[in-house]
Every structure is written in structure tokens, then in C-alpha cells.
């Protein structure tokens, strides 16, 4: 199957810093990467998409100026959370898309203390 | 809002037992649905995906799809305590992304 490499895996940051969050496809090529977050006991909620060279859309409630995706190449996006506050605390998961299915990284828990 | 609906459970099934895991969707136009599995603290990993009505069986898992009903579900035979996770039922969306249910908690005692 594809391969698909998240890191960090974990982070403990201080509140007011940023953070960034690297998602590589290793073995294929992803035109389009979907961010996901989860709370804890929650389901996966969709953050942003992105396609390789142009700006990400946001969902609704999702500022994008505080979760910034870049999404440079066809096999590397990042995700980095700016000023990051307790409630940013989350596990954060990217998705690149390959030709028929999605392939999951190994997802991120973010602790802002 | 397109949703995906599921029961959080806990489903608490006897080792060797059959478990059935239920979902249902709201678009209509959905083509492509799939199970994931999803342990505490990982990330999810497929299990299966199904885009046809009717039933397609991998190993102990069976996929059943009926669009009419908007229906879609996940039988798991000979159930070990190793499947105990989070089984999480997705839609693809029109943009492509996956639309993700909340999630039934199975729990297999041994």
C-alpha cells in the first residue's frame, strides 16, 4: 500500500507559538491533501483541502489564518497552527489523496499547554 | 449538510461472535463508501470500500451496501478481542474528500 509519512507524531508546545506539522507522500503522487482534526471521543472532522500549487479551502469555522497550509509539491503539504491556544489541542491527521483511494498519515497529537 | 450517521455504541460482542455495524447517509448521489478502523491514539486504516449494492466479503469482513435505503454496514465474523477498536463508516464527498461518521465503539470479551 502507499506510504504515507506524518511528523511529528506528538507535540507539546506553549500557548502563543506555532506549530508545524509535515505530510509526505512517499510512494505516489497527491494532487489534493485533506487536513482532518479530531477531538477526543469525536469523529474526524475535515479541516482544509488542498491542491498542489493553488491556495487551500477552508471549511466553515476553520480560520485560515491561523492554520496555514502549504502545499508545495505533489508529495509534501504542511500544516502549521499559529498562536496556538489550549482548545487548538487536537489530533491532527493528513490525507493525501491517491488515484482511487485516501491514504491516512500517521497523525499528529497536539497538546498546547 | 451531507452526514453520516452512526450508532457510538459501546457494541459489546462474545469472542467468535458476529459483530454488525451500522450506518446510514444522507446524499443520495454518494457512489464510494468505506470502513475504517481506528484504535485509540492512531490514525485510521482501511478495512474496506464498497461503490456497488449488494454484499463483497474480505476475510471475516463483509461490506453491505443498499443505496436505495441509504444504508450501509459491516458484519465481522468469528469477532476477536483484537478487533476491539473504533469503526468508523466514511462517504466520499463531491469534492472528493471523506465524510466521516462519529464512529461505533466495538468491544470483543474474550
Known amino acids: 500500500g502507499a506510504v504515507v509519512s506524518q511528523h511529528p507524531s506528538w507535540v507539546i508546545c506553549k500557548s502563543g507559538t506555532s506549530v508545524k506539522i509535515e505530510c509526505r507522500s512517499l510512494?505516489?503522487?497527491?494532487?489534493?491533501m485533506f487536513w482532518y482534526r479530531q477531538f477526543p471521543k469525536q469523529s474526524l472532522m475535515l479541516m482544509a483541502t488542498s491542491n498542489e500549487g493553488s491556495k487551500a479551502t477552508y471549511e466553515q469555522g476553520v480560520e485560515k489564518d491561523k492554520f496555514l497550509i502549504n502545499h508545495a509539491s505533489l508529495t509534501l503539504s504542511t500544516l502549521t497552527v499559529t498562536s496556538a491556544h489550549p482548545e487548538d489541542s487536537s489530533f491532527y491527521i493528513c490525507v493525501p489523496w491517491g488515484n482511487t483511494e485516501a491514504f491516512f498519515g500517521q497523525g499528529t497529537r497536539l497538546t498546547v499547554v | 449538510q451531507k452526514e453520516v450517521e452512526q450508532n457510538s455504541g459501546p457494541l459489546s460482542v462474545p469472542e467468535g461472535a458476529i459483530a454488525s455495524l451500522n450506518c446510514t447517509y444522507s446524499d443520495r448521489g454518494s457512489q464510494s463508501f468505506f470502513w475504517y478502523r481506528q484504535y485509540s491514539g492512531k490514525s485510521p486504516e482501511l478495512i474496506m470500500s464498497i461503490y456497488s449494492n449488494g454484499d463483497k466479503e474480505d476475510g471475516r469482513f463483509t461490506a453491505q451496501l443498499n443505496k436505495a435505503s441509504q444504508y450501509v454496514s459491516l458484519l465481522i465474523r468469528d469477532s476477536q478481542p483484537s478487533d476491539s477498536a473504533t469503526y468508523l463508516c466514511?462517504?466520499?464527498?463531491?469534492?472528493?474528500?471523506?465524510?466521516f461518521g462519529k464512529g461505533t465503539k466495538l468491544s470483543v470479551k474474550p
Open positions: 466514511a462517504v466520499k464527498g463531491s469534492q472528493g474528500n471523506l465524510i
Open positions: 510512494d505516489f503522487q497527491a494532487t489534493t
